[in-house]
């Protein structure tokens, strides 16, 4: 079936600083892949995503490109801020699925000013 | 601008009572999911619908019930709670496919003593 792994947590960075959350996936076909953010209290919010091989989804700074030959989409940010401390979900949805989406653990960041 | 609201947003239940955690979406979305968020679990589907009068199994279905009468709401039922259901449970909508993801509601944690 369908899978997400996504680097254990938690992430501790200092403000500014280079991130990357590594995620991989194994998948029947070609699934739809996505990063979710949740803020402390709040449900998540759709942050970027990627439909096919080789797109690249970004957004607030955010990046991450689907990689077909290592089934990776690893989120990348160059310059993290206080703000930015949440847990980050990995996800895909494949084809057939009735459109479910498949979560992978969390990976809590934490930036520090 | 409501989104996904869910009722209650906190309860606590005595082993063996029943409960009803609603969700309701002003969105005109087809499709909607209850998933629970444990730690170090991520989020787990327990339930699904496809469509007004549709509901089928996701990934933890046993010791729940789920019912959409009207295709704005989707009601998650525990009979007789127990305290493995003590968790954060998340509703989600989407209009189906890949384009524009899930919005999610805020939650609503559940302890059960």
């Known amino acids: 079936g369908d899978s997400v792994t996504q680097m254990e947590g938690p992430v501790t960075l200092s403000e500014e600083a280079f991130l990357t959350i590594n995620c991989t996936y194994t998948?029947?076909?070609?699934?739809?892949l996505f990063w979710y953010v949740q803020y402390p209290g709040e449900g998540l919010q759709l942050l970027l995503k990627?439909?096919?091989?080789?797109d690249k989804g970004s957004n607030k700074g955010f990046e991450a490109t689907y990689r077909k030959e290592t089934t990776s989409f690893h989120l990348e940010k160059g310059s993290v801020q206080v703000s930015d401390s949440a847990v980050y979900f990995c996800?895909?949805?494949?084809?057939?699925?009735?459109?479910?989406?498949?979560f992978g653990k969390g990976t809590l960041l934490t930036v520090n000013p | 601008n409501a989104g996904v609201t869910q009722t209650p947003k906190f309860r606590v239940l005595k082993t063996g009572q029943s409960m009803t955690l609603l969700c309701a979406q002003d969105?005109?979305?087809?499709?909607m999911y209850w998933y629970r968020q444990d730690p170090g679990m991520g989020l787990r589907l327990i339930h699904y619908?496809?469509?007004?009068?549709?509901?089928a199994k996701g990934e933890v279905p046993d010791g729940y019930n789920v019912s959409r009468l009207k295709k704005q709401n989707f009601l998650l039922g525990l009979e007789s709670a127990a305290p493995s259901q003590t968790s954060v449970y998340f509703c989600?909508?989407?209009?189906?496919?890949?384009?524009?993801?899930?919005?999610f509601g805020s939650g609503t944690r559940l302890t059960v003593v």
């Open positions: 989600a909508s989407s209009y189906g496919g890949d384009r524009y993801g899930y919005t």
């Open positions: 998948a029947t076909g070609y699934p739809s």
């Open positions: 990627a439909t096919k091989a080789d």
């Open positions: 996800a895909l949805m494949s084809g057939g699925s009735n459109y479910k989406l498949t």
């Open positions: 969105m005109n979305h087809e499709y």
């Open positions: 619908s496809v469509g007004e009068g549709t509901t």
